[in-house]
């Protein structure tokens, strides 16, 4: 490897570099005073990749994937991939390649017509007095049941 500039150096204009760049060191993006971008520009069909290494292993990566998913992956010490979270471009869903864990916060869902946890109420009457509408979901005392 050859050694180009030992020191702190300043670019005015944007740099190409026509190879890999590899840095030993911190690199730092922005001074604090704007809002810096990061862009990895890629081909239709190809993939742009930021990998989190330990040593030489991936143990994390963020990619867009060709069809433009975004896909965030943990791997293990080894390096196989654990699990993703991907997130779709056509539509904007979600998929977790394993399940999913909640933490203290609990989990509130709502998509459609079922919103989680359920609400309780005594009766259609009451579910519907609490702003549910016809179709969604509510339980009375443990017991699933649909908004008419």
Request: net charge negative.
């Amino acid at each position: 490897m050859t050694t180009i500039y030992n020191d702190d150096i300043t670019f005015q204009q944007a740099v190409t570099f026509e190879g890999g760049v590899t840095s030993t060191g911190a690199q730092t993006f922005g001074d604090g005073t704007g809002s810096p971008t990061l862009a990895l520009n890629k081909s239709n069909a190809g993939t742009a990749t930021i990998d989190l290494k330990v040593g030489s292993t991936v143990r994390g990566r963020l990619r867009l994937d060709a069809s433009e998913n975004v896909v965030l992956a943990v791997h293990d010490s080894d390096g196989n991939a654990l699990g993703t979270l991907t997130m779709l471009a056509a539509g904007g869903g979600v998929i977790f390649s394993k399940g999913v864990t909640i933490g203290t916060g609990g989990l509130e869902i709502q998509a459609g017509n079922v919103k989680l946890p359920l609400a309780e109420y005594a009766d259609n009457a009451a579910a519907l007095g609490g702003g549910l509408v016809a179709g969604n979901l509510y339980h009375t005392a443990g017991a699933v049941k649909i908004v008419t």
